[in-house]
């Protein structure tokens, strides 16, 4: 999930038939997976492998797409390429791309040099000192740590207008890939890590990508894996409900996913939190984008091209959802039975160090190998020469949780208005975000950090910093929720006022008790 969208022309034909693998279904309705599981090493590692090559294979595939296919899904006649030493280019071409595994590895090195046992805080303080480019949720979750917002905290939606965003949803691969055959390990990492970025739905998404990959250690029966994981999530929470329409719709349509996509839009495709995307086409909602994941496993049915395909043709962030549901069959399938046609340009590529990183493929290969048997350890797991014997438990339903609860979008009013000084405005409803950016007029002054203060019906409400440097902003300029119902008059004051810096405002997102409809009598 990227910001900045860049663009393929569609290249040649390719043919995408060559070297498919099935996965054969081994885990029948109501079957119960073994309390111990036991595995070889190599087996593991080859599974560990698969898991973060399918995961580089399926960013990659969807690199030309991104956000490009907004509420609509990509017909069969384009071709999508992959074509020879194409991971070399999209890292040459595009490092920013690779954002689903840099910031991965950000906690994955957390592991690394603090142990199985690193806290909030730890991957809270690695996180807020990364250099990398970020956006949406990450990008004010970042903010938050440095402000002072504790780990645990900084992805609150109260804290975090983009809570429910895709942003931990793609990064979560690693929590299920050190977790093998231990869900509810999984999602006690997704616990210490993914409230940095998200809550409610947000958090949701990494807690179920994370379990898909978990059980994909010990399961090839995709169905099963796909209901397993879901069960960790609230059943009253918008996200179990959506994804579980996939499920039933595609026991109705099993041969047809566009009539699930169909489906889907229908009943899903409204987006109520992100400031960016609501009143807007695109959509980075955490589960309409794991909606689009599942799609890609059920309707691929094992078949890794299948599965590349159809994750990435339902469109908005096709990058992110191949990666997820690419690096999940990876680990069913092992990185020794991904298809050739898709190995050869990712193995080019492997020695190669991801942007922002010291970790190249092959040393993830290595450190996540290692991270996936200690964990084993530190879950009463066996490691016993060239076998680990892995303690299987059901997945755990965790707490219910709902951002933007009684909170509905009433309308985007535009503002416009580049605040010096101070400006002020009004709305009626119970919330809102005003969207902008702190600006330094010329780039040949240097980077400032504005200090600025909100007043809600004459009460101040907060002091905040506004870095004029985006890659540090808090995502948007300000915002509350949960006001009393009613008409609000908003201030907006600059308390350190410099010369060749100001504030630019966009538009403010008004917010109400009840669904507008905008549609004419």
């Keep these: 999930m990227k910001k900045t969208i860049y663009s393929l022309g569609l290249g040649m034909l390719l043919c995408c038939g060559t070297a498919i693998a099935q996965v054969k279904s081994s885990t029948q309705a109501g079957k119960k997976l073994p309390a111990k599981i036991r595995m070889s090493k190599e087996q593991l590692k080859d599974k560990v492998k698969g898991g973060w090559a399918g995961q580089t294979i399926g960013v990659t595939f969807g690199w030309p797409t991104e956000f490009q296919y907004q509420g609509t899904f990509i017909q069969d006649y384009e071709t999508i390429p992959w074509r020879e030493d194409y991971v070399n280019e999209a890292m040459t071409t595009f490092p920013g791309l690779y954002d689903d595994v840099y910031v991965d590895l950000t906690f994955v090195d957390v592991f690394e040099k603090k142990g199985m046992n690193a806290t909030p805080a730890d991957f809270g303080n690695a996180f807020a000192g990364a250099k990398y480019m970020l956006w949406h949720a990450n990008l004010a979750g970042r903010y938050n740590l440095q402000q002072g917002i504790p780990a645990t905290q900084s992805g609150h939606w109260l804290n975090n207008p983009h809570a429910d965003d895709i942003d931990f949803q793609i990064e979560a691969d690693f929590a299920g890939l050190m977790s093998p055959g231990m869900p509810n390990a999984a999602t006690e990492i997704c616990d210490r890590v993914g409230r940095i970025m998200n809550s409610g739905d947000g958090w949701y998404g990494g ?6 990959y978990a059980l994909a250690f010990v399961s090839d029966d995709i169905p099963f894996i796909v209901r397993e994981a879901l069960k960790t999530i609230p059943t009253q929470s918008k996200f179990y409900q959506c994804v579980s329409d996939v499920i039933k719709w595609h026991a ?12 889907l839009q229908s009943k899903w495709a409204e987006d109520i939190g992100c400031p960016s995307m609501v009143f807007h086409p695109l959509n980075i909602d955490a589960k309409l984008n794991s909606a689009y994941v599942a799609m890609g496993l059920l309707y691929g049915g094992g078949d890794f091209t299948k599965t590349m395909e159809i994750a990435t043709r339902v469109g908005q962030d096709s990058d992110c959802n191949p990666a997820s549901a690419g690096g999940i069959l990876g680990t069913i399938m092992g990185y020794s039975k991904i298809p050739a046609y898709w190995m050869g340009p ?13 970790y190249s493929l092959e040393k993830v290969y290595a450190t996540g190998f290692k991270h996936a048997v200690e964990n084993i350890s530190k879950y009463n797991g066996k490691v016993d020469g060239d076998y680990v014997e892995i303690p299987y438990t059901a997945t755990k339903t965790v707490k219910f949780e709902e951002n933007f609860s009684g909170h509905f979008p009433k309308g985007r009013k535009p503002l416009g208005v580049v605040i010096t000084d101070k ?20 780039e040949n002054t240097p980077h400032h950090v504005i200090q600025a203060a909100m007043y809600i019906d004459g009460k101040e409400i907060e002091k905040v910093n506004l870095p004029t440097d985006y890659s540090l902003s808090r995502a948007d300029l300000f915002w509350r929720y949960q006001l009393p119902k009613g008409k609000h008059e908003v201030e907006i004051r600059i308390l350190n006022p410099t010369e060749g810096y100001d504030i630019v405002t966009n538009d403010i997102l008004e917010y109400d008790t009840q669904p507008h409809n905008g549609m004419r009598k």
């Design 207 to 212: 807690v179920f990508i994370a379990n898909m």
């Design 252 to 263: 109705k349509y099993p041969n047809n996913w566009k009539q699930t996509w169909f489906e």
């Design 346 to 358: 990712l193995q080019k590529a492997e020695q190669r160090n991801f942007s922002y990183t010291d």
């Design 423 to 442: 400006t002020s405005f009004t709305f009626d409803g119970i919330g809102f975000v005003l969207r902008g950016y702190a600006r330094r007029k010329s």
